[in-house]
């Protein structure tokens, strides 16, 4: 009993330190925040030439020997960090949630606001260490996302209006390793001896419940591939793995073992189930044929084993503005 106190007072201390630790990042991007103002200020009025920024770094050396990160090369990256933001104060707050490593990463791997503001979000609600970050946009999840926003059923957007970018249209496991004749155990048994990468894949508001997760359905029990649980959306979710192209009778399926969770396992203050059927590949007709008389909250998202090639990802962007 008196070790369960002590382990309250781990707690505490585990508290405070996630805390100072927090404000001491909130003070080092202020820091950068306003020098960066400042040499942006002094250059745009032609007060400062190029050539004062080098001056000032080896001032600060000599000066303060102790001081550390505060390079010439630096002091144009807090000049671009403030030029970059300075225009969207909505964004002010998120910046100074993420580490400095992260901000620069998405500085210099970014082309547009609503990428960055996509990134910063991101970064600040999953807690992204550097190289989970790094892994995120080399996937594309940027553009993944928003493509994706377009493959989910009517159903699920009326059940879950808070849904978007919450799923995407297709998830990179370059992680499996998987051989080119795999079957679809490989393929789950791969993701659950990888699961922390597939957390990381799918967000990490996801919690990982059961694989072969059995529901029973009259004198017949049934399993489901992966069940989850997602925290924002409060519910359960499916996951039907496949490791060939998407057929329209996948659903009916899925269908199937939505209406058995959502009868036997959801539980009262939950909200409805979702269901998401992972192809190796799909035709977009077919499925929108598929999903437009689907009256389950469903989606159809493909899945590659190797990282994705970026161009191709940006223009399919590109053309759903077009």
């Not at 029990?221 to 519910?235: K, M, S």
Request: proline share 2%; hydrophobic share 35%; with cysteine.
């Amino acid at each position: 009993m008196i070790q369960e106190q002590f382990t309250d007072i781990i707690q505490l201390i585990k508290q405070s330190r996630s805390k100072a630790i927090s404000v001491v990042n909130t003070e080092m991007i202020n820091l950068y925040w306003n020098i960066g103002q400042y040499i942006y200020n002094r250059i745009e009025t032609a007060q400062w030439g190029k050539s004062v920024v080098k001056e000032l770094a080896d001032f600060l050396q000599r000066s303060e020997p102790d001081l550390k990160g505060f390079s010439d090369k630096n002091l144009w990256r807090m000049k671009q960090f403030y030029q970059t933001y300075k225009a969207s104060p909505k964004l002010s707050a998120l910046l100074r949630e993420i580490s400095w490593t992260n901000n620069l990463i998405i500085l210099s791997r970014t082309k547009s606001i609503e990428e960055q503001e996509f990134y910063l979000r991101l970064s600040s609600q999953e807690k992204f260490s550097s190289r989970e970050l790094e892994r995120q946009i080399n996937s594309g999840v940027f553009e993944r996302t928003i493509i994706g926003n377009t493959k989910v059923s009517s159903v699920m957007r009326e059940l879950h209006p808070d849904i978007t970018n919450t799923f995407k249209d297709s998830y990179i496991f370059d992680f499996l390793n998987l051989s080119d004749s795999y079957t679809e155990s490989d393929l789950q048994k791969g993701l659950i001896s990888q699961m922390k990468n597939f957390i990381l894949e799918l967000g990490k508001d996801f919690l990982f419940i059961a694989e072969e997760y059995k529901v029973q359905v009259g004198h017949s029990d049934f399993y489901i591939d992966l069940v989850f649980y997602h925290r924002g959306l409060q519910c359960l979710v499916a996951f039907e793995l496949k490791s060939d192209k998407f057929k329209p009778e996948h659903l009916g399926q899925l269908n199937f073992y939505l209406e058995a969770l959502d009868r036997d396992v959801k539980k009262q203050n939950e909200n409805p189930s979702i269901g998401i059927l992972l192809c190796k590949d799909q035709d977009h007709a077919v499925v929108e044929y598929a999903l437009s008389r689907s009256l389950s909250p469903t989606m159809v998202a493909e899945y590659k084993i190797q990282l994705p090639d970026k161009k191709l990802l940006t223009q399919k962007l590109t053309d759903l503005h077009y």
